[in-house]
């Protein structure tokens, strides 16, 4: 498991924390947790790229992740999605 997740977890949690005592539910959606993503990442020493292909199929736009988070050895890919029901669909 990659020691990045802990603290992007903990950090986003903390972040929506926030957001949530301003009264701003009206604008939650995933791209709110991007910055605070990347900032968490690369104060971590991680090289951050965004929207990064993933395939190349020959009709319509490539296939994406939304992050891709490179140190060392270690690579993980972040998609990053805001459930907007109480049971997620899986």
Do not use: H
């Amino acid at each position: 498991m990659s020691s990045i997740l802990e603290p992007i977890c903990r950090g986003l949690v903390c972040y929506v924390s926030y957001l949530a005592s301003c009264g701003s539910s009206t604008v939650y959606s995933e791209y709110l947790l991007y910055e605070p993503l990347l900032r968490i990442a690369q104060s971590n020493g991680y090289d951050v790229s965004c929207e990064v292909a993933v395939s190349s199929g020959t009709k319509g736009d490539k296939k994406r992740i939304d992050f891709d988070l490179a140190k060392g050895k270690e690579r993980l890919g972040v998609e990053v999605k805001w459930v907007k029901s109480k049971t997620p669909k899986c």
